[in-house]
């Protein structure tokens, strides 16, 4: 999740301070706070942040382009989902139509990550709503459409894969599908009604009836189950340990008249 208050530092920031404005940064851009291990491999990169030799802004620069980053939105991603990710985290907000898609698409194909976030952090709509001592976060601003609502809605709630890697909101809109839980699907099919399915009508037919195929092949089906809950069993097989399953399972195939031919002894 995306931070939504502003987080702030300046020159003379205490050791306490900049930290507490770290955690923030990997909130707002990897959406969860880094393993230990993780940040051994940004350990350069802290100390630098931490000594005041480095601001936010050249923070987040470099932090796009280490692995951890790249590893968790790039490489596993399509560009334009992306390209979604990066607009939410470093500008705080979601892609706004096909056309910026577009352009930061382009971008990101000629010149790489790096450029394309350097291109985020350097413009003027990053200088006007973060300046450079305030952490990017998910902020309230004027939406041009109810659909650009409705996706900066949706996207600042969405967990890091919670929608799949592949397609961004905007087209999940425009395709009219929803990939929540990462499968996506029409939305015309989420609202069809799926028929109920039935269990099987017990058999029950008096002892002079022939055995049909018809019933060797639902006796084989109840064969097969039977097979399966043996399985589960530690081998060899106690014939006592067994009973009560095994005539559960022949009790939804047949009639208990017939049902107890089986188990006479």
């Known amino acids: 999740m995306s931070l939504t208050q502003p987080v702030t530092t300046r020159h003379d920031a205490s050791p306490e ?3 507490f404005v770290l955690k923030q940064i990997y909130q707002q851009v990897l959406e969860r706070q ?5 940040r051994k491999q940004l350990a350069d990169l802290e100390k630098d942040f931490m000594k005041g030799k480095i601001g936010i802004r050249h923070f987040l620069k470099s932090l796009a382009v280490r692995p951890i980053y790249l590893e968790l939105f790039y490489e596993k991603s399509s560009n334009v989902k992306f390209i979604e990710n990066a607009c939410k985290h470093f500008l705080g907000r979601a892609p706004k139509n096909n056309e910026e898609l577009h352009e930061w698409d382009d971008i990101l194909i000629r010149r790489g990550v790096g450029a394309m976030v350097s291109e985020l952090v350097d413009s003027e709509e990053y200088r006007k709503s973060f300046g450079y001592f ?3 976060y998910w902020h309230e601003h004027r939406f041009e459409s109810a659909t650009e609502y409705i ?3 949706q996207l600042g709630h969405e967990h890091a894969g919670q929608r799949g890697w592949a397609i961004p909101t905007h087209y999940q809109h425009e395709l009219h599908i929803d990939c929540d839980g990462g499968t996506c699907v029409r939305e015309e099919d989420k609202l069809a009604v ?6 099987p ?15 060797i092949q639902r006796l084989s089906v109840c064969v097969k189950e039977i097979a399966e809950i043996l399985s589960f069993y530690p081998q060899p097989v106690d014939q006592q340990e067994i009973e009560t399953d095994f005539q559960q ?4 195939y047949v009639s208990a008249i017939n049902a107890s031919l089986l188990f006479k002894n």
């Open 194 to 199: 799926k028929p109920v399915q039935t269990p």
């Open 249 to 252: 399972k022949v009790l939804e």
């Open 201 to 215: 009508e017990p058999l029950d037919f008096p002892s002079d009836t022939k055995i049909t195929p018809r019933h």
């Open 151 to 153: 996706e900066n809605e």
């Open 17 to 19: 301070e900049r930290e």
């Open 34 to 38: 880094l393993y230990e291990f993780e």
């Open 134 to 136: 305030t952490v990017p």
